[in-house]
């Protein structure tokens, strides 16, 4: 996060840095991605292994099959899930983070772990909040 500044050229290549911010910056479809419902909960239960589609399904709770697969597509696609396809019959494919996806993930699970260690103040809040 910061202001879209040039960077230094490169044989005339000037380039923007990151702006999620920015209307068009193109980090902001990846913060979507990475942010939204299924995208945080596939990227923390994929840093307990490698999951097969079927099983990553069961860990995260709800999520139908063509979203989660969606998901998997654009985390693949932004480069935080491997996708890996094992020839057997029937073909078998697994899925596991990249380098990136787990470093995002960890910050994800933090998240995570604060949010669910102070569900009490939440709950305090919201009944507050409807007396109102």
């Given amino acids: 996060m ?3 500044r040039p960077r230094p050229a490169d044989d005339d290549d000037a380039r923007l840095e990151a702006d999620v911010f920015a209307r068009d910056c193109e980090s902001r479809p ?3 991605n990475v942010a939204s419902r299924w ?3 596939a990227l923390v239960a994929l840093r307990e292994g490698p999951y097969r589609f079927s099983a990553l399904r069961r860990r995260v709770d709800g999520v139908s099959e063509r979203m989660l697969s969606q998901t998997l ?3 693949e696609r ?11 019959i029937p073909p078998r494919v697994e899925y596991t983070l990249t380098e990136l996806g787990g470093r995002v993930a960890e910050r994800l699970e933090d998240l995570i772990v604060l949010v ?11 009944s507050a909040y409807h007396r109102d």
């Fill in 30 to 32: 990846v913060l979507q």
């Fill in 116 to 126: 669910e260690a102070n569900m009490d103040t939440v709950r305090a809040a919201r």
């Fill in 78 to 88: 932004d480069g935080m899930v491997h996708r890996e396809v094992f020839e057997a």
């Fill in 39 to 41: 995208g945080v909960l």
């Fill in 73 to 75: 597509q654009a985390l």
């Fill in 2 to 4: 910061s202001s879209a």
